[in-house]
């Protein structure tokens, strides 16, 4: 989604800028642009990558600027569309993320009164509002442009000639990166890391007014302290490393992801969050929210926490909770977000609040929104994920759905029915990450596969039980980087349907877990070889079985099944790597997405 950057120093500000967008790019934008204040406003914006703008542009001399990636929602990518925006005579402009749901009849009224609009985007009304509210002071314009908006907004504002910038959030991040005799505001914190690890999240109502020296925030007309925090994340992390996509680092990561988040848990010695709240309020079932990559982790979370616990999950997409269910008496809710700003998560969280049900948030980033208003939060010791696809941040929250089963079925020792099977877990979890190393040792037979599937156009996913959702997320993986059309299927599904589409040019991805749903994988296995689909297996190494039915196995670490999903999923994540790579994909960016969809 889009993403924004502020600066003011001492320093030239559009080579900052330029450097803060470019690491902002992750987040997935068709357009970019700058403006830097002087004796006038200079903007430089276009449909190219940030790369080409910093190329393009003229060198603007200035040290106030503001920087945004867009990502398009109301008007087209286009030149015009771009941020910054600003007013009629050019001395305002603003940079915005979110959406203004009633500027529609803003910008009949201010055309109306005479302001001239030149895009089609919402944002646009916010530079004219300013415009017509300035009577000298610009946080008090900004205050009263904002007094008749309806939307969500975290959006930075410059006016020549004025030694500051001023900043306003509603329900999207907004970050103050506090720096040595010069400022920035940000969306999120990679945007900044270059320059500074010390922030200040803003909060929703808050306008601060940023210069060089000092910081001040307001929330409904009252000066107010947010504190300072330290980002223990490094500008190494955020980079790199060496590999050629942020995607593979990513991957290779996870031996180390899986250890941090256990480390942190598991070795706890004070209690991360207080799992006795629910066994007090007599919870009786379970609902995880989440959408995108968290909502199937949240499916792998289903049947993790009832096979440990005994209790009923539900795992819903928030963009769908949110019109059509409701959480029942006696429900725990548990939100996973990689990023804390998903739209729809957010607002599931607002929803269950309101109705008195307790919501535990599962997430990557420190102060994010889901953080601030969920009542407790955990926190995935994923490090920045930078690539659009989520890998590690899903293992990380894996490892979190697993740690809280555990330490909830010691809280409430009723749940615990299987003292042998706790230790097993235990042992299990500890053993996970020289599981997925193994994975990772595998992966020039995994290449090899990519090779070979490259060059078909659609194909299937199969997984069983709690291998299902492992499907999904596999479907999801090559279809996002690729662009290759898939599909994850419930494997005792695709006699309902997908029968009619299997073929020799529809491969099938089976994942097959040795354990429990063995004997039916092997029958639907047979199922789709009899279709001629070509066929590709998910196996303990030595299975003879599906070594005799498969066109190519590629064989994963022997783990409890209630582990599967984590040697599983990695295998997936670098064979849809590699396949994209193979096709020439730009796999960190892919087409059309975005890292955090703030918009619902
Ligand atoms: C976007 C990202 C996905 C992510 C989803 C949910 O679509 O591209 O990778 O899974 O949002 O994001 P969240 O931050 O809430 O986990």
């Given amino acids: ?69 867009r990502w398009a929602t109301y008007g087209e990518p286009s030149q015009v569309n771009a941020h910054p925006h600003c007013d009629c005579h050019g001395s305002i402009a603003v940079v915005h993320n979110g959406i203004i749901n009633n500027f529609q009849r803003l910008k009949h009224q201010l055309i109306s009164e005479g302001h001239n609009f030149v895009s089609e985007t ?9 415009e017509k509210y300035y009577r000298g002071n610009l946080e008090e314009a900004v205050e009263a442009a904002l007094r008749d908006v309806d939307g969500s907004y975290a959006l930075i504002v410059l006016r020549v000639g004025e030694p500051r910038l001023v900043a306003a959030r509603k329900d999207s991040p907004l970050i103050i990166g506090i720096g040595d005799r010069e400022n920035f505001i940000a969306s999120d914190v990679p945007a900044m890391l270059d320059y500074t690890d010390r922030v200040m999240y803003l909060e929703d109502g808050d306008i601060g007014v940023v210069t060089p020296n000092s910081i001040k925030v307001r929330s409904d007309g009252m000066e107010v302290t947010r504190e300072e925090h330290k980002i ?24 180390k992801v899986i250890r941090d988040t256990l480390g942190e848990y598991v070795q706890a010695t004070e209690p991360v969050v207080d799992l006795a709240v629910m066994r007090d309020e007599g919870i009786e079932s379970m609902l ?6 968290s909502y199937y982790a949240a499916v792998v979370g289903k049947y ?14 928030a963009s769908e909770f949110n019109y059509f269910s409701r959480p029942l008496a006696r429900t725990g809710a548990i939100v996973i977000t990689q990023s804390g700003e998903t739209a729809d998560t957010l607002k599931a969280i607002k929803r269950l609040k309101e109705v008195g049900c307790p919501v535990l948030a599962i997430t990557n980033v420190v102060g994010s929104t889901a953080s601030r208003i969920a009542d407790q939060t955990i926190y995935t010791r994923a490090g920045p994920e930078i690539s659009v696809a989520a890998t590690k941040s899903f293992t990380a929250q894996l490892m979190v759905l697993y740690w809280l089963a555990l330490s909830y079925s010691q809280v409430d020792i009723k749940r615990l029915t299987d003292i042998r099977r706790l230790a097993d877990m235990i042992m299990g979890l500890r053993q996970l990450p020289s599981k ?60 309902h349907g997908p029968f009619a589409l299997l073929g020799s040019d529809t491969p099938v991805i089976a994942i097959v877990d040795p354990d429990s749903t063995y004997e039916a994988m092997l029958t639907n296995i047979r199922e789709v070889q009899t279709r001629r689909s070509p066929l590709i297996a998910l196996a303990e190494d030595g299975d003879e079985a599906i070594g005799e039915l498969a066109d190519f196995v590629i064989t994963v670490p022997r783990v409890d099944a209630i582990f599967s999903p984590v040697v599983n999923l990695v295998t997936l994540q670098l064979l849809a790597y590699h396949t994209a790579k193979k096709k020439g994909c730009p796999i960190d960016f892919p087409r059309n997405l975005a890292k955090s969809v703030t918009v619902e």
């Fill in 436 to 495: 997925v190393q193994q994975v990772l040792d595998n992966e020039g037979k995994i290449m090899e596969c990519a090779d070979y599937l490259s060059a078909y156009e659609d194909m299937f996913f199969i997984g069983r039980g709690i291998n299902f959702p492992v499907a999904l997320e596999g479907a999801l993986k090559l279809k996002e980087i690729s662009y290759i059309h898939a599909e994850g299927y419930a494997a005792g599904e695709l006699k």
């Fill in 232 to 255: 223990s994340w490094s500008v190494a992390d955020a980079q790199k490393a060496g590999y050629e996509h942020f995607m593979l680092k990513e991957i290779h990561e996870q031996p």
């Fill in 288 to 293: 995880i929210l989440a959408c995108g990559s």
């Fill in 122 to 130: 919402d944002t646009e009304v916010i530079p004219h509002l300013i």
């Fill in 304 to 317: 993790i926490v009832e096979e440990l616990l005994g209790i009923p999950v539900r795992a819903e997409l």
């Fill in 1 to 69: 989604m889009c993403g924004i950057i502020g600066y003011i120093g001492n320093k030239q500000a559009q080579p900052i800028l330029l450097n803060c967008l470019g690491r902002l790019e992750y987040r997935g934008y068709d357009s970019c642009g700058v403006a830097v204040s002087n004796s006038s406003i200079e903007v430089y914006k276009d449909v190219v990558r940030v790369g080409a703008l910093r190329k393009a542009s003229p060198r603007i001399k200035g040290t106030i600027g503001i920087g945004h990636t």
